[in-house]
C-alpha cells in the first residue's frame, strides 16, 4: 500500500466517523422515504424542489475553505444562485403554497444505498452538515430528494411498482418538459407515455442559470394548467421555486430519465444513454443531433 492509499483510507475513515458523531442530529431531521414523496406530491399537487450534494456543494461555495474538486460541471459557481438555493432551504417546505422541499432520505439510512454510493453520501453529508443543519428546520417535514435518483445508487433494484407511482404525477395531464438541450426526457423509452401531451424548453446543457430570467420569462407564457416537470441541475431547485410562487404546479425530476433508462438496461453501474447527455458518465458528455420528428415538434422554445 502506497502513502496515497494510506492517506485516502485515513480520509475514508475520518468521515465515517464524523457521519457517527453526528447521528443525534441526523435521526432529528424529518425527511418522508421516497414512496410517501410521490404519494404526497399526489395528494397535494404540490411543487418540488430538490437538493442533492450539488445545490449544496454550490451553497457552501460562499463559505471558506472550499474545496474545488467539488465544483459541479454542468454549472459554474454562481453567487446569485447559492444565495437563492440557500434562501429556499432556509425557508423550507410550504404547504400554503403547495412546495414541497427535498433533501436526501439516504443521509438518514445510507444503509439502502450500494456500498460506493454510501460512501459518497457519507463524505457528502459531512462536508456540507454546517449548511444542513445551519438552514434545515428540524420542526418541518422535507421529501425525498432522492425520489427521482431511485435505481442505480440503491441495492434493490425492483423497482417497477414504484416507476409506476411516479408516472401518476403525470398521468393524463398536458406537461412542459423544461430541460437542457440533449437531455431529451422521454425520447426513446415510455417515461412520459401516459401524459396526454408534451412541449419542451430547451435551455443550455451547462452554465443554465447564466440564463435565468430568460428561462423563468418563457416558462411563464406556459399555460398554468400545464404540469410544469424540470430537468435543468441546480437551477431546476430555484425554477420550480418561482414557478410555485406564480401559481404553477412545477417539479424538479433532475436525472429521472436517466435513472428509467438504467433500470431498463438492468444496468449496475452508471453508464452513457444514446442520444442523452449524461453528465455523471464522462463517455456521456456528447452532442448530438436529435431527428426524430415527434420530439422536435414537442420544442415550443430554444434558449441559447
Known sequence: MT???????????????????????????????????VKQILADRCSVCRYGD????????????????????????DERLAVRLKTILENGSDPQRKILVCIPYVWKKPCLLVSKSATFIKRSFVNNSRVIFGTVNTASTY???????????FKDKNKGAYI???????????????????S??????????????????LCPAVNAFSRYEQILDTAKRVDKSRLILIALGQTATVLAYDLALDGYQAIDLGHIDIEYEWFLMKATEKVP?????????????????ETDAA???QIIARIK
Open 3 to 37: 502513502i496515497s492509499d494510506i492517506k485516502v483510507a485515513l480520509r475514508m475513515l475520518l468521515y465515517r466517523l464524523q457521519y457517527l458523531l453526528l447521528r443525534e442530529k441526523r435521526d432529528a431531521l424529518n425527511i418522508l422515504d421516497a414512496e410517501t414523496t
Open 54 to 77: 450539488g445545490e449544496l456543494d454550490m451553497i457552501t461555495s460562499l463559505g471558506e475553505g472550499y474545496d474545488g474538486s467539488r465544483k459541479s460541471d454542468f454549472q459554474n459557481y
Open 143 to 153: 421529501g425525498d430528494s432522492y425520489f427521482t435518483r431511485f435505481y442505480i445508487d
Open 164 to 182: 409506476r407511482l411516479c408516472q401518476r404525477i403525470w398521468d393524463g395531464k398536458d406537461i412542459c418538459i423544461i430541460e437542457g438541450d440533449q
Open 184 to 201: 431529451r426526457l422521454g425520447i426513446g423509452n415510455d417515461l412520459f407515455g401516459n401524459a396526454a401531451s408534451i412541449k419542451r424548453i
Open 273 to 289: 444513454i444514446s442520444h442523452k447527455y449524461v453528465n455523471e458518465v464522462k463517455e456521456g458528455r456528447t452532442f448530438t443531433e
Open 295 to 297: 420530439y422536435l415538434s
